[in-house]
C-alpha cells in the first residue's frame, strides 16, 4: 500500500463515451501527477499538479482533461478517446519542495478503448 | 527522443547471483537519478537513488553506480532473491524541476 489510491482499476470504454479516472492521495503531499504507460514505451508525464495549480501539461491531446479540486484528489476526465489512447494510466503524489522528489504511485488504471 | 535508455527488456538471473541493470541517458543536464520496482498490477515503487555528485550508493543488497563521463549508471542487486522478479525503471531528472523521465524498463526474473 503505496497510500495513493486509483480507481477504477480496469476501464472498458467506447470511443464515445466520457469517463473518469480518479484518485486520492493519503500522504500528506502537495503535488500530484498523472503518468501513462503504454506497452514497450517509458513511462510518459501528462500532467503536473502542484498546490492544486496545473504546472505542467506536456502536450497531452485535449480529449485528456484533469482536475485537481485540492490536494488530496486528482482527477482525469476521459472523452471521445482513440484505440490508441489504451494504456495504464498511473497516478503518482510526490512532496513538492526544490530539488528531487520521489514519487508514489498508485496500481493504475488499466483503460482499453474499442 | 528517448533520453532514457534501457536497451535490455528482459534478464534472467539464478537466484543467490548478482543481477546487473543498466541504463543510459543522453541528458547532460540530469543529475539525480532514480530506480522504481513494479509488480505486476501495482504501480512503481521507489527503490534506490543517486545523485550526481556521487558515484554510488548503496542500500543493502541494492547499490547504483553511476559514470558520469559515459553517462550510464547501473543497479546491482546481489544476491537476488526471488521476489526481486518485476520491472525494473530507471529514471533522471535535474535539479528543481520536478519532471522525471523514465526508460522503457527492463523485465527481471529470478530462476529459483
Known amino acids: 500500500e503505496t497510500g495513493v489510491t486509483q480507481t477504477p482499476r480496469h476501464l472498458v470504454m467506447g470511443m464515445t463515451n466520457k469517463k473518469s479516472l480518479k484518485c486520492e492521495q493519503h500522504l500528506g503531499h502537495n503535488a500530484m501527477y498523472w503518468y501513462k504507460q503504454s506497452a514497450k514505451k517509458p513511462l510518459e508525464l501528462m500532467f503536473v499538479?502542484?498546490?492544486?495549480?496545473?504546472?505542467e501539461n506536456n502536450s497531452v491531446p485535449s480529449r485528456f482533461s484533469p482536475e485537481c479540486p485540492n490536494s488530496s484528489h486528482l482527477f482525469l476526465h476521459l472523452h471521445t478517446l482513440q484505440p490508441e489512447d489504451s494504456a495504464l494510466y498511473l497516478c503518482a503524489s510526490s512532496q513538492w519542495i526544490e530539488g528531487n522528489e520521489k514519487l508514489f504511485f498508485g496500481s493504475g488504471t488499466q483503460l482499453s478503448v474499442l | 527522443d528517448q533520453q532514457v535508455k534501457q536497451n535490455s527488456p528482459s534478464l534472467s538471473v539464478q537466484e543467490g547471483r548478482i543481477s546487473i541493470l543498466n541504463c543510459d541517458y543522453t541528458n547532460s543536464m540530469f543529475d539525480y537519478f532514480l530506480w522504481y520496482k513494479k509488480y505486476p498490477a501495482e504501480g512503481p515503487t521507489f527503490l534506490i537513488s543517486?545523485?550526481?555528485?556521487?558515484d554510488k550508493n548503496e542500500d543493502g543488497r541494492f547499490t547504483v553506480f553511476l559514470n558520469k563521463s559515459a553517462k550510464h549508471l547501473s543497479l546491482h542487486i546481489v544476491p537476488s532473491q526471488p521476489g526481486d522478479s518485476a520491472v525494473y525503471f530507471c529514471?533522471?531528472?535535474?535539479?528543481?524541476?520536478?519532471?522525471?523521465?523514465f526508460g522503457t524498463g527492463t523485465r527481471l526474473t529470478i530462476i529459483p
Open positions: 529514471a533522471g531528472s535535474n535539479f528543481g524541476n520536478e519532471k522525471l523521465t
Open positions: 499538479y502542484s498546490l492544486e495549480e496545473r504546472v
Open positions: 543517486i545523485s550526481s555528485i556521487k
